[in-house]
């Protein structure tokens, strides 16, 4: 092996360390590598950007906004409707419905919009059914991973693979190369749901109130600010006693007036009581320094949580593409960059309560904000958030026959040819914004910038293996190795690799890591690779065993009330099955010779 490749290895190793670990974050490792590559000329400048152009990258970035587009209409939520009609009371039958819907629907759109539609309905369905979200969530999760394998444009791993094949001098796949496969495994993953899984799954119930969920109300208490107080003349923002104990103001109440949701910029008056989120531990810390004086009775505000005049309650879920993960936030300044208070926040099924504007948020944690109106109703519209419930969002359902006909449109053009998957999609993503379906700044706001700096940043390390030879000598390797094994062995170690890999990294990575190597072990085998490449496509997307290999599991972790190794008694053996099943049939249905 040459110096090249030895340092490509090096970097190929750290990567997938520093990828799995999430040590730093998954895009700046990505560029980290580019530019590696760059500075040791182990690739070209152009081959090193050219990942961003790469058809996959731009098709996946069009896919963001279509999804968005479709999320905003609301023609999700009317699906969700039907499957409740249809499926009526039966528990089993309601279980099937969602997993075929959510099925279906990630075959063509990006299952994490189709999930996040999904979540607040399967609440409805639970207080409606008096039943636990738990038994629902995470076989949604699990169909929608399922679904988008069963074709080109249901996941960005299929995507990917195809455009690293076509890189590597091989046909691109269609749109339903991967059906053959992809529907035997869904099917089977839903009766194992149905059959075996839904006996594994918890049932954990969830506090109907949104205030006990969090466990607020021993959290709230009015204070009554003294006039030799050290708070008096300070603004809220300025009130560094309230800031070090992160105790949040609420309301104020003034003269007999109610000030609801004061701003940063509003001054703190001798006599005013203040309604404060905080625990008494804190403020008896605090109370002799600042002149206050506790009074955790709440008779002032008798029906506070239940004021529907201008302030509401939204309970939300930091999405995997949050700007808001790795921050604080205090570092943010939350309250006054978005014009609402975090009140409360969960993770993995827990509530954290102390130095809550501290805590540093990571992608799947729960807030519970207060604030006006008319700020929460933007929340969907944010990449930030996905919205749980407790809230009525409007929709543009006037525009969802453009809607329906621009994506059945495109389904169309990639079947019959007539057009590239990358065009199609492309221009299905312009008339969105043509016809009014969503604007440029929401078509903007809806393309998650992590994912596709990462595709664009990561792909370059495709580019310096093939320069350097190093796929094929790590295939050699492996060919040594196993001596004179069946290649089908090799169809299920790319298979369990792939998977491994998949649960402590994204699935893209996966793919880029290990597209390559598949490609040469089959060409030094003498061997087809696209038995090698369905193998690692597949078990990309089985992440099943944990909450943080794949973003859907993510999404339902908490607002689910699950436990880390719920996925892992539900996820283990639907690995397995699927393992056994792709091992026995991708070698039939794409012969290796």
Do not use: C
Request: net charge neutral.
């Amino acid at each position: 092996m040459t110096l090249q490749g030895i340092i490509i290895l090096v970097l190929l190793v750290v990567t997938v360390v520093l990828f799995a670990t999430e040590r730093f974050r998954l895009d700046y490792v990505a560029l980290s590598v580019m530019m590696v590559l760059m500075l040791f000329g182990l690739v070209t400048p152009n081959q090193a950007v050219a990942g961003f152009a790469n058809p996959a990258t731009v098709t996946i970035a069009a896919m963001f906004v279509i999804s968005a587009g479709i999320q905003y209409t609301g023609v999700l939520d009317m699906v969700g409707d039907w499957v409740v009609k249809l499926a009526g009371t039966n528990q089993q039958l309601l279980m099937l419905m969602l997993m075929l819907s959510v099925a279906v629907l990630s075959s063509f759109l990006l299952n994490t919009a189709v999930v996040a539609v999904f979540i607040p309905l399967v609440f409805r369905i639970a207080r409606d059914m008096d039943m636990a979200p738990s038994r629902l969530l995470i076989p949604v999760s699990f169909a929608a991973m399922l679904g988008g394998t069963t074709t080109l444009i249901g996941t960005s791993t299929n995507l990917l693979v195809s455009t690293l094949a076509e890189n590597a001098g091989l046909p691109p796949f269609g749109m339903l190369d991967f059906a053959p496969l992809g529907i035997i495994i869904l099917i089977a993953g839903i009766l194992y749901l149905l059959l075996i899984g839904r006996h594994l799954l918890p049932d954990r119930e969830i506090a109907p109130e949104l205030v006990d969920r969090y466990g607020l109300r021993k959290y709230l208490s009015e204070v009554l600010v003294l006039p030799d107080s050290v708070l008096v003349g300070q603004t809220l923002a300025n009130a560094e006693l309230l800031k070090r104990y992160d105790v949040s103001v609420l309301d104020i109440l003034r003269n007999g007036r109610a000030i609801r949701m004061p701003s940063a910029s509003r001054t703190i008056r001798a006599h005013d009581i203040l309604l404060v989120k905080a625990s008494v531990e804190q403020l008896m810390s605090i109370q002799a320094d600042a002149g206050l004086v506790i009074s955790p009775s709440h008779e002032h505000w008798p029906d506070f949580w239940h004021e529907q005049d201008r302030l509401a309650l939204a309970e939300v879920v930091i999405s995997g593409k949050s700007s808001l993960i790795g921050y604080s936030l205090q570092e943010i300044n939350f309250r006054q960059r978005y014009g609402m208070a975090a009140i409360g926040l969960r993770r993995g099924g827990m509530q954290l309560f102390s130095k809550l504007g501290y805590e540093t948020l990571m992608a799947g944690d729960m807030l519970l904000l207060i604030g006006e109106k008319e700020a929460l109703q933007k929340l969907p519209q944010s990449p930030d958030y996905l919205l749980l419930h407790n809230l009525e969002v409007p929709r543009r359902k006037p525009s969802w026959p453009w809607v329906v006909g621009i994506v059945v449109a495109m389904v169309v053009t990639i079947l019959l040819g007539w057009l590239s998957v990358m065009v199609s999609a492309l221009l299905a993503a312009f008339l969105m914004v043509s016809a009014g379906v969503l604007t440029l700044d929401e078509a903007y706001a809806a393309l998650d910038k992590r994912v596709l700096v990462m595709l664009g940043g990561i792909l370059s390390l495709e580019a310096a293996v093939q320069n350097s030879g190093l796929g094929v000598w790590l295939a050699q390797q492996i060919l040594a190795g196993l001596g004179d094994m069946q290649p089908w062995v090799l169809i299920a170690a790319f298979y369990l690799l792939a998977m491994g890999l998949t649960e402590a990294m994204s699935n893209q990575a996966t793919s880029v890591v290990l597209a390559p190597l598949a490609i040469s072990t089959a060409h030094t085998l003498g061997a087809n690779p696209t038995p090698f490449l369905m193998a690692i496509t597949f078990a990309a997307s089985a992440s099943f065993m944990t909450p943080v290999g794949y973003q859907t599991n993510t999404m339902v972790y908490s607002s689910g009330n699950y436990r880390f190794f719920d996925f892992t008694r539900v996820g283990a053996p639907l690995n397995l099955l699927l393992w056994v099943i792709s091992t026995v049939m991708i070698p039939i249905l794409w012969p290796l010779y």
